[in-house]
């Protein structure tokens, strides 16, 4: 087993308190991710001990009817500092890692946004699946910086 990061970078249209409100409110994530499900599974919402599960798959919305077709993410948020960053550990069955997102000001309206995930996997099996977990966070991230606009 390897840790492999991936990362991207964007300028969001927005201040960065307004950028930090939605990222953070885990349930509307499923708005702007691709094919994602996210929901909290503990008491507490925010904050360092969060739970939080994401189901990925085409069929995202019948979870957990069919949950075989598609992949669950079980995180746990372990750094929260309003509005600069959150970091999660990825602690599910079969995705393990940690994952962060970063928020700069740029200036008064626009925030830079930089997300990263490593996940620990065989090299192999992570150079087969990145070009698709990259494509699909890039869509999702875009998705999210419009609807700013």
């Not at 960065?16 to 990222?23: A, G, L, P, T």
């Not at 075989?68 to 393990?96: E, Y």
């Not at 970063?102 to 995930?117: A, K, P, V, Y």
Request: aromatic share 10%; with cysteine.
């Amino acid at each position: 087993m390897s840790s492999n990061t991936l990362s991207i970078s964007l300028t969001i249209d927005a201040p960065r308190e307004v950028v930090w409100k939605k990222i953070a409110d885990w349930k509307s994530q499923g708005d702007w991710m691709l094919q994602t499900k996210v929901w909290v599974t503990s008491n507490q919402v925010e904050g360092v001990g969060t739970s939080i599960a994401a189901f990925t798959g085409p069929l995202h919305k019948f979870y957990p009817r069919l949950k075989s077709l598609g992949l669950l993410d079980l995180m746990v948020v372990t750094q929260w500092q309003p509005p600069h960053r959150c970091d999660v550990d990825h602690v599910g069955k079969v995705l393990k890692g940690s994952g962060s997102f970063q928020l700069s000001e740029i200036n008064g309206s626009s925030t830079r946004f930089d997300w990263s995930e490593t996940i620990v996997a065989p090299k192999a099996i992570f150079l087969l699946a990145a070009p698709f977990l990259y494509v699909g966070v890039r869509i999702s991230l875009a998705r999210f910086a419009r609807s700013f606009t």
